[in-house]
């Protein structure tokens, strides 16, 4: 199994930024994606941004230019920094994997609890 845990989460005014954290653990062969999803009251759950093996990134068109995702192999950890938010970006935030277990093995899907990201006007 693996353990996602994020941090960062909290309230800001538009402009303001944020630095999500989301560190993996368990027991992991190899973590092929990382990213971010986002679940706004009464929407549905959106991809945020995602970062797989290669270093190949994609972000939603809303936060194109103001999100960057990032990772850190070695600490199996990605990064979320959010800059310029807007009263729109307000979610709960989900740390997102894709993950080997064992080498030739199947890819699990897994989420984090989620942290909250408030942005005032």
């Known amino acids: 199994q693996v353990q996602l845990v994020e941090s960062g989460g909290g309230s800001v005014q538009a402009g303001g930024s944020l630095r999500l954290s989301c560190v993996a653990s368990?027991?992991?062969?190899?973590?092929?994606?990382m990213g971010w999803y986002r679940q706004a009251p009464g929407k549905q759950r959106e991809l945020v941004a995602i970062?797989?093996?290669?270093?190949?990134?994609n972000y939603a068109d809303s936060v194109k230019g103001r999100f960057t995702i990032s990772r850190d192999n070695a600490k199996s950890t990605a990064y979320l920094q959010m800059n310029s938010l807007k009263p729109a970006d307000t979610a709960v935030y989900y740390c997102?994997?894709?993950?080997?277990?064992?080498?030739?093995?199947?890819?699990?899907?897994?989420w984090g609890q989620g942290t909250q990201v408030t942005v005032s006007s």
């Open positions: 368990g027991t992991i062969f190899r973590i092929n994606a």
């Open positions: 997102y994997t894709i993950a080997r277990l064992s080498s030739g093995g199947y890819t699990y899907q897994y």
């Open positions: 970062e797989t093996n290669g270093n190949n990134t």
